[in-house]
């Protein structure tokens, strides 16, 4: 079947599924496409919202957006399937990829779909030995890039293997596609859970395991060029098994090219550091550069308490990174060099982190963190210098990965709970219910809205809602 899908074709088909009673898809909730209007005002768009989190840093910061004045829902759209990735906003479009294995095209005011394109049939959770993703079509969040107005996505699919899609912006047509399987990998045991990283004229594609750990697998970094030809790159962290690459964050890119990483738990629990358990510099080129580990990495192991369940975050200046993972440690690392085994240039505790955080610029070279740990999103203040203090702390209800629009954190829990918290103090300013998430989602921003993906789709949130 063609998996290109016109737009003509669609309005037929959603007319269609209108016809039949409300609720006949039932667990899959309303029909795909259907647009249900919040009470909220309208969408004011901003900047595009190009990658996760919004930039190589992964940073999550937009500077200029408002703080909550009534915020409230303004559309939700049903897809074909859960939302596991972030929405990118580009062009006045929301971008949403789904575990059905389609990409899907919203207008970013209304909701209405103006595309949708199915890159592959998933694979059905059963067939893998392993994981807890119940089809598996596309987890990590795709990237955009405005060279070629393509957005490339990776979808498992037909004969278990990882394809990379480049798909044109307005139109939704698929143009360069291709294997991104590393050789000698067996996909069936490497989920694509990190977001793409867009950096100079290649893509680069994280890999980490199934939940369970089973199989043969590497942490590994696999590139493509963004023309779609050209030969792949690619990174195996250099350890016996696991050390994967599994953030949903995804790597973060450095000035001049080169990619940082964070690894998960290796197999070796004593011995020569396998540089498993760590933040990783590589070169554009996937050459191991540099890299950096707890004194405790090996016991860290024994205890799947791994570095890799947060992705870096690049401090704004681009010269040092913060990490953290389900192991407690909150470490600095200094990127031009990261120092090895204990090299970090400071370490709190006390945060097991999962997801994605976010980063601002703070007063004469300071700078803001703020963790999603599990016993609540928490704020750090780093520097002048190589400091690290702890700030407020939210309640242990609050632990989803956080942006920051303006003065204001937003995190969505996987009730559906999407919390706004005062930056400066973690008050509690305003909550919206947006329908079920899975438990790493982030939201997207532009201008005044919010996209967050859900369970079964997008919604869109108008924090200082418009009315003209």
Not at 130 to 144: A, K, S
Not at 238 to 266: C, H, K, Q
Not at 286 to 293: I, K, Y
Request: proline residues 7%; contains cysteine; glycine residues 18%.
């Amino acid at each position: 079947m063609d998996p290109r899908i016109n737009v003509a074709l669609l309005v037929a088909l959603f007319a269609l599924v209108g016809c039949g009673s409300p609720g006949q898809v039932g667990s899959m909730g309303p029909p795909m496409g259907q647009v249900s209007v919040g009470p909220g005002g309208g969408v004011r768009l901003g900047g595009d919202w190009p990658t996760y989190h919004a930039d190589s840093t992964r940073a999550g910061f937009l500077p200029n957006g408002p703080d909550p004045s009534g915020p409230a829902v303004v559309w939700h759209t049903a897809l074909d399937g859960e939302v596991y990735a972030s929405p990118l906003v580009v062009e006045g479009r929301v971008l949403a990829a789904t575990e059905a294995g389609s990409l899907w095209a919203l207008d970013a005011r209304t909701g209405a779909v103006l595309w949708r394109t199915h890159l592959a049939d998933p694979v059905p959770g059963g067939v893998l030995p392993c994981g807890d993703i119940d089809r598996v079509g596309v987890t990590g969040t795709p990237v955009y890039d405005p060279a070629s107005r393509e957005v490339f996505a990776v979808a498992f699919g037909a004969g278990v293997a990882h394809t990379l899609f480049g798909v044109d912006v307005a139109s939704g047509r698929i143009g360069a596609r291709r294997v991104v399987d590393a050789p000698g990998a067996d996909p069936g045991t490497h989920l694509q859970r990190g977001a793409l990283l867009l950096s100079g004229a290649m893509i680069y594609i994280p890999y980490g395991g199934n939940y369970g750990d089973c199989g043969q697998y590497l942490g590994r970094v696999v590139a493509a060029p963004t023309s779609g030809g050209g030969p792949l790159l690619d990174f195996a962290v250099p350890t016996t098994r696991e050390a994967g690459i599994w953030a949903p964050s995804g790597p973060a890119g450095l000035a001049g090219g080169d990619v940082l990483v964070t690894t998960g738990n290796g197999e070796a629990v004593a011995g020569s550091w396998d540089h498993s358990d760590s933040v990783l510099r590589l070169s554009a080129e996937l050459q191991l550069r540099d890299g950096f580990a707890p004194v405790e990495w090996a016991s860290e192991n024994s205890e799947d308490a791994d570095l890799g369940s947060t992705g870096p975050m690049v401090l704004p200046g681009g010269h040092q990174a913060l990490a953290a993972g389900k192991g407690g440690g909150i470490y600095l690392v200094d990127v031009d060099d990261l120092g090895g085994v204990g090299g970090q240039r400071a370490q709190l505790s006390g945060c097991r982190s999962y997801g994605g955080g976010a980063t601002t610029p703070g007063p004469g070279g300071t700078a803001q963190a703020y963790l999603p740990c599990q016993t609540g999103l928490l704020q750090i203040l780093i520097g002048p210098g190589s400091g690290l203090t702890r700030g407020w702390q939210a309640s242990d209800s609050i632990t989803g990965s956080p942006i920051v629009v303006g003065h204001t954190i937003w995190s969505v829990q996987t009730d559906g709970t999407l919390d706004a918290l005062n930056a400066s103090d973690g008050r509690l300013r305003a909550t919206v219910s947006v329908g079920a998430v899975s438990r790493f989602a982030t939201p997207a921003a532009s201008g005044s809205a919010l996209f967050i993906p859900t369970l079964d789709g997008v919604t869109a949130v108008a924090i200082a809602p418009h009315t003209g």
